[in-house]
Structure formats: C-alpha cells, structure tokens
C-alpha cells in the first residue's frame, strides 16, 4: 500500500524552489533515512509529507503520523511527563486531561516512563521541561510522538544530539513504536545499518533512492561533495 506518492512535486519557499520535481513513492512498512547535507532538503521534505498527511486526514478517521520535528515545541513550564501526554490529549476528555495535570494517572505514568527510560529520560519525568539540556527536550519532544504510537513516524534529525551508542538503541525503539519510518539523518552509517532504504537529496533533486543493503558508505559520498 502506497502510503505518499509524489509526481513531479515542487517544494518552495515564496519564490525559491528547494526541491523541484520529486517523484517518491513511498510505501506502509518501509524504514526510509533521508540523507544530503545541511541545506539539501530534508526538513522540508519531511515537514511536506506531514502537512500531505495533516490534509488527508478528512477522509481517515485521524491522520496517521505522528512527527518529531528538530525543534518540538514544549511547554517549558510543565514537566517531560506532561509533555509526553499531550501526545494524546485528544483520546481523551478535558475533565481527565486537567486531572491528569494534578494528578497523575498511574497507567499514563507507567506507559510513559517505559518510554523515558529507553530515551534515557526516566529520572527527569516529572522534572520541568525549562530545566532539561538540549538533547534532553528533543528526547522530550520524540518521545510525545512516539507515545502517539500512530502506523508511521516522520521524524527530523531524531539522534543529532546523542552518542552512537543511544543512537542506535534510539533508532531501534523507533522501529518499535513505528511500523513505517521516515528520519532525517546526518549519519550514513546509521542510516545504512537501521533503514532500509536511503533517500539522498542534493541540489535540490533526488541523487540516491535505493535499498541501503545495495549501497555503501562510498556511495553515499557524493551527497557530501
Ligand atoms: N521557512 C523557510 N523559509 C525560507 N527558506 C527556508 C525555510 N526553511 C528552510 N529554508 C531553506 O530551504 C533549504 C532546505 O532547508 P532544510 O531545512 O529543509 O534543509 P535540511 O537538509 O533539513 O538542513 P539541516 O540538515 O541543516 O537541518 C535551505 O536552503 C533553507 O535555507
């Protein structure tokens, strides 16, 4: 089942085209990394698939993809564990979500700090989000979309600011939560080693779409040149 298929789509900013004339087909279960260097595209593709989903949600009975994109938008003020619920806010009522938010549910708190605790967050889950690092709001902010546990997963840059070993087991908790993913990625080993297949951007164009295990780290220099 083909999840997006883009003909001939042109991707711009006002005037400036960023990507021009994609045709992708992309289809439910595939693990997709998004390589190019900075600048090629890959937010943008990405943040055009959600609003694509976004849109077709009227003749779905919700959109189907949950999206982590580089810089999530947390209230800083309420802690990790209330910005992971708000992942599901609309499952529920208002009188349990403003309960919620002075009490705890049990079954949310468990759920949730077994998320926290693969994205090695557990010990800040009821810390306020203003006083994380970094790194520690982006985990923040993927695990609110993970927690939405929706079929597929676009996700922008979603280990740029751990070690390659929480990479890795990050990565895998991804495939978990997710039947079908789409990152954005800096690191070609890990996009080799964890997706399926790779989609290279470079000036403006699709320059590499093909199965990671046909490729090499050598191929995928010259999106870097
Ligand atoms: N909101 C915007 N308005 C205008 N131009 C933008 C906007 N967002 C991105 N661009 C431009 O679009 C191009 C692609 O940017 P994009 O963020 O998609 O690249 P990227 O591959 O994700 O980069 P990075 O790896 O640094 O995150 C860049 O030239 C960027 O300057």
């Known amino acids: 089942m083909s999840l997006f298929d883009l003909q001939d789509v042109s991707i ?7 990507l021009a004339n994609l045709n992708l087909t ?8 998004l390589l190019g260097k900075s600048g090629s ?7 055009y698939l959600y609003e694509l ?40 009522p208002t009188w349990r979500n403003l309960w919620n938010l002075i009490r705890p549910f049990e079954n949310n708190v468990t759920e949730i700090k077994k998320l926290l605790d693969v994205l090695r967050l557990k010990d800040e889950c009821f810390n306020k989000v203003n006083a994380l690092s970094g790194g520690q709001q982006q985990r923040t902010g993927l695990a609110r979309a993970l927690y939405q546990e929706k079929p597929v997963l676009l996700a922008d840059e979603p280990v740029s600011a751990v070690d390659e070993y929480q990479a890795e087991e990050i990565i895998k908790c991804l495939q978990s939560y997710s039947q079908t993913i789409i990152l954005g990625l800096h690191d070609s080993y890990l996009a080799l ?13 699709v320059l590499v779409d093909s199965p990671s295990s046909q490729l090499t780290m050598a191929d995928l220099a010259c999106l870097y040149q």
Do not use: F
């Open 41 to 47: 595209g890959k937010s943008t593709l990405l943040r």
């Open 26 to 33: 992309i289809h439910a279960g595939e693990r997709i990394a």
């Open 53 to 92: 989903s976004s849109a077709q949600k009227t003749h779905k009975p919700s959109n189907q993809c949950a999206w982590a994109p580089q810089a999530p938008a947390l209230s800083q003020s309420l802690s990790v564990y209330h910005n992971v619920y708000m992942g599901r806010l609309n499952e529920y």
């Open 12 to 18: 711009s900013y006002d005037e400036t085209v960023v």
């Open 193 to 205: 080693n964890h997706c399926d297949r790779i989609i290279g951007l470079k000036d403006g164009k």
